[in-house]
């Protein structure tokens, strides 16, 4: 029997690859990243995965994986197995991983963290924070999980990066650990890299990270939205086996919200389970029945009627203090083969804060369409609209292969095209609606997307990047441009112009990163077809000489890359008919030029230095031989620039722009916002002065930002990064 789909599918993705050979001035251009020889890297081959990926002050980029989804070998798998059994991951809570006589096992297992520097093209391996002690262990030999797989991370206002959870166990199901950590930018460049041996627990003058308290409870996909006064407010994530608790079922969402102080380092928690309005006493399906087989006491059947938190929830705060909760994350992760916990709602809710910690809920608009997993949102520059791009509207996910086992490839959740936006009104009974366009990326299959990004550029374009038609395949590897065009006599925003670029060279599903570096380029890595297996080392590691500035290289033969889905969770050897299928891990990153770079040659406007108007000595500071600034609220501020255009006749406009420090993971960078400063040219022509609005009236949290001037041809500076912080003293 032929199948038709598989051979439908084979052609679009044929027709995908093909490669445009567009002009750079036009599609833009990619490099692979092969860093300089004596990091961590082997050319091009980074070793690891990068699930968690966040931009340093420093311009620097973080990388982080945990035990990045791994089954630990040997995992059965077909056909060597006719009936393979399920992969059961890393951490098996009826093995007792977490015995402090496991530890050294247990960090070689996490151990998956790098820095990539972009301007010197480094690359280090660098150590995975150390478990501490578990309080709630009852004899003391037990340490605290720590695995950032799957974790929520922030910046906090001083550039350093809170993260909050990640993974306990694997099995039974995916669980969520309670500790937190925050990573120190500025202690990690006084870190040679290249004279520390990085496999090892790393001693206390080689480790910029910091045990940052334990959480309420796990929490396994949480996110953090940064707040006006500075502290983190955490939201979602399935819950741990914690101490004080009934025991979690499967796919128990965490009911907390929880804030981290920066000022204090202090934790606190607001149980909303039972609040009025919210989504979890909103009753979604009274006649729930779990899926069959699966262990669900009155507890897990009861709460599964009502709605609840999503993974990795994409919410936003507003200018009148509300948190709008957009119901776009992940609902998939609580995947079984009918679906059955999977929350369908078109719901969504606002969060009062009155007082530092007095939460209320409402009712928001109900979404056009149920609520998708894995699609991407951003605060429009050009509307300041919620848009959200793409995800996956079917969750029953596909079989790809068909021959005499027909269930023998997994391949995930169908992406979409669509183009869903919030339209704010005060005036509306729910604060506003919102539209549907279904066909907004293309009229195309082939362009479905899940796992991709909205990312937002200097010059106020979006770039639609990565991702997939389904979870793990069916690469969609050409970034989308929306470029904005406006009514030439009232400036009035009328669309977007929408372009095809280039294409990457590797496949980029599930656990895509994407994210803006400081020079205006874009950093691509990562992505799953499934899970890798890894074997336990049996022999010590090799010799590390710390005196040679060379860095020891991983041991890639202990990772089996070419393990594949049968159902969503049994994996099967790799089949020859199946070549065209990447490997289960990419660790192969790209950057993209984008076309912007190459206006007007090889020149580009530099922003010299700031100044203020009256003379200020904590307002600009060296911090690794690099220039940072302080900005506040409401002051004026002058911009010393260099190498601008000579004409600018029938151009746009020059502008000034902010754009928060980004981060990536699982489609979503819930970090960046582009705020537009107004400026007047003074005498001089390479001189500018602007206002620094207020913070609040901006709705611009504390934090550190990239600055960039985007000439009047359309190109970018490289960033100048400042701070923007009421309350700091100094940098």
């Given at each position: ?215 309420k409870r796990g929490r396994w996909y949480a996110s953090i939205l940064p707040l006006l006064d500075g502290r983190m407010m955490v939201f979602g994530g399935f819950v741990g086996f914690d101490v004080g608790f009934p025991d979690m079922y499967a796919f128990e969402m965490n009911t907390f919200v929880e804030f981290f102080d920066p000022k204090t380092s202090k934790w606190s928690a607001v149980d909303v389970k039972s609040l009025p309005n919210g989504p979890f006493t909103t009753l979604i399906n009274p006649t729930f ?443």
């Open positions: 029997m032929v199948n038709y789909q598989f051979l439908l599918i084979l052609f679009l993705q044929y027709d995908l690859t093909k490669q445009r050979n567009l002009s750079p001035e036009i599609g833009g251009s990619w490099e692979p990243v092969v860093p300089e020889r004596g990091g961590g890297a082997d050319g091009k081959i980074l070793g690891m995965q990068t699930v968690h990926t966040i931009l340093l002050p420093s311009g620097k980029v973080l990388l982080v994986s945990g035990s990045s989804w791994r089954n630990l070998a040997s995992a059965q798998y077909y056909p060597l197995f006719e009936d393979p059994k399920p992969g059961p991951g890393l951490w098996n809570q009826d093995e007792d991983p977490f015995e402090k006589s496991k530890l050294n096992s247990y960090y070689e297992l996490i151990n998956n963290a790098a820095i990539y520097d972009p301007q010197a093209n480094t690359f280090y391996r660098i150590p995975h924070p150390i478990p501490v002690d578990d309080p709630d262990s009852s004899d003391k030999n037990h340490f605290a999980p720590n695995d950032l797989f799957c974790t929520g991370h922030q910046h906090l206002p001083n550039g350093n990066v809170l993260f909050v959870g990640g993974t306990q166990y694997y099995y039974p199901f995916d669980t969520g650990h309670r500790s937190t950590f925050i990573f120190d930018w500025q202690k990690e460049l006084n870190i040679s890299w290249n004279y520390v041996d990085w496999r090892q627990i790393p001693e206390n003058n080689n480790n910029p990270w910091s045990f940052a308290g334990f959480m029945k779990p899926t069959k087989g699966w262990k669900c006491d009155d507890r897990c059947i009861e709460d599964n009627k009502y709605d609840a938190f999503k993974l990795y929830p994409q919410n936003y705060l507003f200018p009148d203090g509300r948190i709008f909760l957009t119901r776009e994350g992940d609902f998939t992760s609580a995947r079984t083969m009918d679906g059955a916990f999977i929350r369908n709602t078109t719901h969504t809710y606002w969060i009062g804060l009155q007082e530092k910690e007095d939460i209320s809920f409402s009712r928001g608009p109900d979404r056009l369409t149920n609520v998708t997993s894995y699609g991407t949102t951003c605060l429009d520059p050009n509307t300041g609209l919620i848009d959200l791009f793409g995800g996956q509207l079917s969750c029953s996910g596909v079989k790809l292969y068909n021959d005499s086992r027909p269930d023998n490839y997994f391949g995930g959740c169908r992406g979409s095209r669509k183009l869903e936006q919030f339209i704010y009104s005060k005036y509306e009974p729910n604060g506003g609606h919102w539209t549907l366009d279904d066909n907004f990326l293309s009229t195309n299959i082939e362009d479905d997307r899940s796992n991709h990004y909205a990312l937002i550029l200097p010059t106020s374009q979006l770039l639609i990047m990565g991702g997939s038609n389904y979870d793990f395949f069916g690469s969609t590897r050409y970034p989308l441009l929306l470029t904005p065009y406006f009514d030439e006599e009232t400036n009035q925003f009328l669309g977007y112009q929408k372009e095809r670029m280039n294409e990457h060279l590797e496949a980029r599903l599930y656990h895509t990163a994407a994210l803006l570096l400081p020079d205006g380029r874009i950093w691509l890595s990562g992505g799953n077809t499934g899970r890798a297996a890894i074997h336990k080392r049996t022999k010590p590691f090799s010799s590390f000489n710390t005196s040679s500035g060379t860095q020891p290289l991983p041991d890639l033969s202990l990772i089996d890359l070419d393990y594949y889905f049968t159902t969503d969770d049994l994996i099967l050897g790799r089949a020859s008919r199946a070549s065209s299928i990447p490997p289960t891990e990419m660790w192969i990153a790209e950057i993209f030029s984008p076309p912007y770079l190459f206006i007007d040659g090889k020149r580009r406007a530099e922003i010299l230095s700031l100044s203020t108007l009256k003379p200020n000595d904590s307002f600009r500071k060296i911090i690794g031989n690099q220039v940072f600034y302080l900005l506040r609220s409401n002051q004026y501020y002058i911009v010393e620039l260099s190498n601008l255009p000579q004409h600018c006749s029938g151009k746009r406009n020059a502008t000034l722009v902010l754009i928060k420090m980004p981060w990536a993971t699982h489609g979503w960078d819930g970090g960046q916002r582009l705020f537009n400063l107004e400026y007047i040219q003074l005498g001089v022509k390479e001189q500018i002065l602007f206002f620094m609005t207020d913070a609040r009236t901006a709705n611009l949290p504390p934090a550190y930002y990239m600055l960039f001037y985007v000439d009047c041809m359309g190109k970018p500076s490289k960033a100048q990064m400042i701070r923007f912080d009421d309350s700091a003293q100094e940098l």
